[in-house]
């Protein structure tokens, strides 16, 4: 499973025996490249980082450190080694043996839920392109950067898949996933979360901390597909995806760590007054955390969805952690409880746990993340600030499902329109909130150094100090 560097393009799928496939990736090869220099990191072309790539799929080979120009950078084809006699775990063709080439009869689906995946991976490099001009450290900037390069190589992950096995409509699907941009009205991104902007810091922390920490979970689900080629590029891609979240863990964390150190050291809860010592006050921290979150629910589609029953019954997409689930993997007797408005309030009722597939795995990401707000808050109690981050209720904000015809405030009850709008501005931030947070975004990036606005991290790259040189900008 060693990862063939000589090759235009890296893969330990031994392209090279396939000649119509390596010719047309190589085809596809430029395209890429010329969507990532007129929508990748603006104006980055020359600089040096200190990115990681992958040179093995095992442990010790998928992190390998070294100074790269980003055009330089070696996306490829990457697969975890094949199970021997893996079989499908769940759906109608439970205890079949995994499909190793498309099922015709699911073709359809099968693309559809690669192009999904596929199409969030350049929409969040679109998303991040100007963030470099902003960056609050060298540190950050070359996370920011790390970032990018994988989404890049996600985006390589799915466009092996359609090339290497859905033909020619595979092929301009992977035309097409370079051809939309996000937040473009005429060719936008197909899920919503990915065609909001990402303006400052603060926003690209909670995307990576909540959106990136969507794709692990569907990652997870596709991870169990019983399409066995989706399933070992899928478990790769999640090794990459850890360090996202961490990047937005961690910015996060630096953020309140240094607001609640000058609360701390001033005496002050005012968010004005905080405000006035050039960090963000905590108020303005939850309305974004109330906007990523709610944008992310989003993602998990419809509450009650038969395209959800339809992939895990044909063994295409399965459950956060499928195998670990103490049930018969078939799920046609099983329901699941689902939130409803009836009249003016939230009530529970069952639904049949297939078609409430998305919900399920809503409610687990919800576990995840909330456990991550919880450390957050321990920053804050440590510095004895009287302040707790909260995610707000999963029917706030939505915009994807039955739950979006109601407005429904943080702590999930039914309100009118104009208790909505009266509150609206204490809930999701506002102008003046994105306008103060970018009032801070200036660009720092001498070895070392920090924006005023958040803390160092404890450690550097790879064990290398803080103040190490991460780019040479040349
Ligand atoms: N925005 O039956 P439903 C990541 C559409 S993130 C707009 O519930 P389904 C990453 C839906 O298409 C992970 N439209 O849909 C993170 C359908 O349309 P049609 C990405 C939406 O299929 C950070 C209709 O509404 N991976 O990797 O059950 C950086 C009815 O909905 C949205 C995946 O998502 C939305 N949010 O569920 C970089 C995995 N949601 O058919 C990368 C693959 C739904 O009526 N995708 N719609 O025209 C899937 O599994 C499913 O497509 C979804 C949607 C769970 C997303």
Not at 61 to 77: C, L, N, Q, S, T
Not at 101 to 128: K, M, W, Y
Request: charged share 25%; hydrophobic share 40%; glycine share 8%.
């Amino acid at each position: 499973m060693n990862i063939d560097y000589g090759e235009k393009i890296p893969n330990n799928v031994n392209l090279a025996d396939n000649r119509v496939l390596q010719r047309a990736l190589e085809q596809w090869q430029p395209a890429f490249l010329e969507w990532w220099d007129e929508m990748g990191p603006d104006g980055t072309r020359n600089y040096d980082i200190y990115l990681r790539t992958a040179v093995g799929v095992d442990h010790k080979g998928w992190a390998h450190f070294d100074f790269v120009k980003m055009p330089e950078y070696r996306w490829g084809i990457f697969l975890n080694p094949a199970e021997p006699d893996r079989r499908i775990n769940f759906g109608a063709h439970k205890g079949e043996p995994a499909w190793q080439e498309v099922p015709g009869e699911h073709r359809a689906n099968l693309r559809r839920l690669i192009v999904t995946q596929g199409d969030t991976e350049p929409a969040s490099v679109e998303q991040q392109r100007h963030l470099g001009r902003t960056a609050p450290s060298l540190y950050d900037l070359r996370n920011l950067f790390q970032v990018n390069v994988e989404e890049g190589r996600h985006l390589w992950a799915m466009v092996y898949l359609l090339h290497a096995y859905f033909g020619r409509d595979g092929r301009e699907e992977a035309e097409a996933l370079l051809e939309r941009r996000s937040g473009d009205p005429d060719n936008p991104r197909i899920l919503g979360a990915f065609n909001e902007r990402t303006p400052d810091w603060l926003a690209f922390f909670m995307f990576t901390y909540f959106t990136d920490r969507d794709g692990k979970f569907q990652l997870c689900s596709l991870a169990e597909s019983g399409f066995d080629p989706l399933a070992r590029t899928t478990r790769f891609m999640l090794t990459e995806e850890a360090h996202h979240m961490f990047v937005g863990e961690s910015g996060v964390g630096r953020i309140i760590a240094r607001t609640a150190e000058i609360m701390a050291r001033e005496r002050i809860d005012d968010p004005a007054a905080i405000r006035g010592h050039g960090v963000i006050d905590l108020p303005t921290i939850q309305r974004y955390l109330n906007f990523h979150f709610s944008v992310t629910m989003d993602l998990f589609g419809a509450d009650v969805s038969s395209n959800a029953a339809t992939f895990y019954s044909t063994g295409l997409k399965g459950r956060f952690e499928e195998t670990k689930a103490v049930d018969d993997h078939r799920l046609t007797d099983a329901a699941y409880p689902v939130l409803e408005v009836q009249g003016d309030r939230l009530v529970t009722v069952d639904a049949p746990a297939l078609n409430a597939l998305n919900e399920r795995l809503r409610d687990d990401f919800i576990r995840d993340a909330t456990a991550g707000v919880e450390r957050w808050n321990r920053i804050l109690q440590k510095q004895g600030v009287a302040f707790a981050f909260k995610v707000p209720h999963k029917a706030f904000n939505r915009r994807i499902g039955p739950l979006s015809a109601a407005k429904i405030d943080l702590g999930g009850h039914v309100i009118t329109d104009a208790a909505w709008n009266a509150n609206v501005e204490r809930w999701l931030p506002s102008e003046s909130d994105r306008a103060f947070v970018a009032s801070l975004m200036g660009r720092v990036v001498e070895p070392g150094k920090f924006a005023n606005w958040i803390a160092p991290p404890p450690r550097g790259i790879n064990n290398l100090p803080i103040d190490h040189e991460y780019i040479r900008f040349n």
